[in-house]
């Protein structure tokens, strides 16, 4: 007998569960440390959308309260939950 697939879920509708549930702050360090806040609907624009569903699910499927991404030496990204 083969694996079960996990089910699929639609990307707008991981949009709307980050949405509901966390806040998205990302930061540039070697710019400056200004941080900012995005909405799970534009993250793709500074991930690439790979990268948003790869992270999307991994903090759906997270028990912590904050999960931290850094990209690239100097983009860090958490997602905090609610």
């Known amino acids: ?3 079960i697939a996990k089910k ?3 990307l707008n509708e ?3 569960e980050i949405n509901k549930n966390f806040i998205i ?3 540039f360090h070697k710019l400056d440390k ?3 806040l995005i909405g799970a609907g534009k993250y793709n624009t500074i991930v690439g959308r790979e990268k948003q569903i790869e992270h999307f699910r991994k ?3 997270s028990k912590q309260d904050k999960v931290t991404f850094k990209i690239r030496g100097s983009l860090k990204i ?3 939950n609610k």
């Open 1 to 3: 007998m083969g694996k």
């Open 8 to 10: 699929e879920i639609p």
């Open 14 to 16: 991981m949009v709307k």
């Open 25 to 27: 702050r990302y930061s």
């Open 34 to 36: 200004i941080t900012s």
């Open 59 to 61: 903090v759906l499927e």
């Open 78 to 80: 958490d997602f905090i």
